[in-house]
């Protein structure tokens, strides 16, 4: 048996020992510390298990983005639909508009949109209207469309 001097050379030889000796198990201790040691197919499980968890939180994230866009494209939308109806009303109230009105228009803000508005008269005072606004833009290759219909009784 070799006489050693201090700690770090019993550590020393225990740890070459331990590489050498392949048949020694996870958990031994090494002068006074166990030895701890994952084998391949710990690591290639574990990392297999971390990559499905974070392809799951990866498809949340981009499910939520997509939704996001949507609905901020929606209120682009209604934005526009309430920008023109406010915009109808001052035509009429100038009196530039008579019976039936009607405007296609196309809105690039964040997206190209397709403005339609129409409006009719529905009596012979000039006080009631009838207001269809549809606007239509293009989101992930599929066609969407808001419409709106409203009646309107212009003060002059």
């Given at each position: 048996?070799?006489?050693?001097?201090s700690?770090?050379?019993?550590?020393?030889?225990?740890?070459?020992?331990?590489?050498?000796?392949?048949?020694?198990?996870?958990?031994?201790?090494?002068?006074?510390?166990?030895?701890?040691?994952?084998?391949f197919?710990?690591?290639?499980?574990?990392?297999?298990?971390?990559?499905?968890?974070?392809?799951?939180?990866?498809?949340?994230?981009?499910?939520?983005?997509?939704?996001?866009?949507?609905v901020?494209?929606?209120?682009?939308?209604?934005?526009?639909i309430?920008?023109?109806k406010?915009?109808?009303?001052?035509?009429?109230?100038?009196?530039?508009?008579?019976?039936?009105?009607?405007?296609?228009?196309?809105?690039?803000?964040?997206?190209?949109?397709?403005?339609?508005?129409?409006?009719?008269?529905?009596?012979?005072?000039?006080?009631?209207?009838?207001?269809?606004?549809?606007?239509?833009?293009?989101?992930?290759?599929?066609?969407?469309?808001?419409?709106?219909?409203?009646?309107?009784?212009?003060?002059?």
């Open positions: 048996m070799k006489n050693f001097s700690c770090y050379e019993i550590k020393e030889y225990q740890s070459l020992k331990l590489l050498a000796d392949s048949s020694k198990k996870r958990g031994q201790k090494l002068c006074g510390r166990f030895v701890a040691a994952f084998t197919i710990e690591v290639l499980i574990s990392i297999s298990i971390l990559a499905f968890g974070l392809t799951a939180i990866l498809k949340v994230f981009l499910g939520s983005l997509s939704a996001v866009r949507h901020r494209n929606r209120l682009e939308a209604n934005s526009l309430e920008n023109e406010w915009q109808t009303i001052k035509l009429i109230r100038q009196a530039r508009i008579g019976d039936t009105y009607s405007r296609i228009q196309n809105v690039a803000r964040l997206r190209d949109y397709k403005v339609s508005v129409q409006a009719s008269n529905l009596n012979d005072n000039y006080d009631f209207y009838s207001l269809d606004i549809d606007v239509a833009w293009k989101e992930s290759k599929v066609d969407k469309r808001i419409k709106r219909a409203s009646y309107l009784k212009v003060n002059r």
